[in-house]
């Protein structure tokens, strides 16, 4: 699996309420993380028992957020694809944008005989 | 989170669905039950082994080979690549649904369930012929892999595998 680095910024941290306000996004994330939501984490669900494990920690909380926000991010027009060309005559695709999404489920053809 | 190892995806239809398999050499999945659904492999490269995990019950699969998992489905499932690999899966949606299967050969110019079923009208049987490779011809009509068509008793189908592959599913 391949994921990007993840940077968080602890906003504040609440000992009363036993959690801390931190804000994520990926390392090459194209605006700063200041602008980038926060969130709250639990105490319980961050390992203190060593700045590793609390890096760990905080990168798997991290982790599905960052992708969520590659997911969300604007498309450029320029970038704007269309969703498919139904052919495999490679010169039908030349100067084309297509556009494959990530949803890895279909239907099967069926066929008449 | 992009797998690099291993490219996945599915095709359903009402009946079963299929899931596809593209990774390399070396690639180690473990399944749980609740997970797998794949009664049937069907390899059109690659080679591996795969079995009931912590055991000595294992099958080696290779090139162009239609694997019988039915034995596993209740199982818990290991499998390794030994070389890159291009598998698809067929599933059911439900485990205790019987359904048999084969591949269609190159001798069989003809389908004809008549003489699958000796003569005698299936009840429940449903059976389908499934795409798997290349571009095989059916009563005329050129396949593309994962095309598939229900094919019924009484009627009589003309096939070219045409060097391409068919797989023939019957849901008993």
């Known amino acids: 699996m391949i994921s990007p680095n993840i940077l968080f910024k602890v906003i504040r941290n609440d000992p009363i309420n036993k959690s801390i306000v931190v804000k994520f996004c990926r390392e090459n994330a194209q605006k700063s993380i200041d602008e980038y939501k926060s969130v709250n984490i639990s105490y319980r669900n961050i390992d203190f028992s060593s700045p590793k494990a609390f890096e760990d920690s905080m990168r798997s909380r991290g982790n599905p957020l960052v992708m969520k926000q590659l997911i969300n991010e604007p498309i450029l027009d320029q970038n704007k694809g269309v969703s498919g060309i139904f052919s495999t005559n490679i010169d039908d695709y030349i100067g084309k944008i297509v556009c494959t999404t990530s949803d890895t489920s279909g239907s099967l053809n069926k066929v008449t005989l | ?172």
């Not at chain 2, 699969?61 to 598998?87: C, G, N, P, Q, W």
């Not at chain 2, 698809?88 to 299967?101: L, M, P, R, V």
């Not at chain 2, 059916?138 to 003309?158: H, T």
Request: net charge negative; with cysteine.
């Open chain 2, 1 to 172: 989170m992009i797998d690099d190892g291993n490219k996945r995806f599915y095709r359903r239809c009402d009946e079963f669905a299929i899931c596809v398999n593209l990774g390399k050499k070396g690639y180690v999945t473990a399944e749980s039950p609740e997970d797998r659904n794949t009664i049937f492999q069907y390899i059109v490269y690659g080679k591996g082994k795969a079995g009931i995990m912590f055991t000595e019950d294992n099958i080696e699969f290779k090139d162009r080979e239609l694997v019988d998992l039915r034995r596993y489905v209740h199982d818990y499932v290991m499998s390794i690549a030994t070389e890159d690999f291009f598998i698809i899966g067929f599933n059911t949606y439900d485990k205790y649904q019987k359904w048999d299967a084969r591949l269609i050969t190159e001798e069989e110019t003809e389908l004809n369930l008549r003489t699958i079923y000796d003569k005698i009208e299936p009840v429940n049987s449903r059976t389908f012929i499934l795409c798997l490779d290349g571009k095989p011809i059916v009563n005329d009509k050129r396949l593309k892999r994962y095309d598939y068509s229900e094919v019924f008793f009484g009627n009589s189908y003309k096939i070219d595998l045409n060097g391409g592959v068919l797989g023939l599913f019957v849901q008993c």
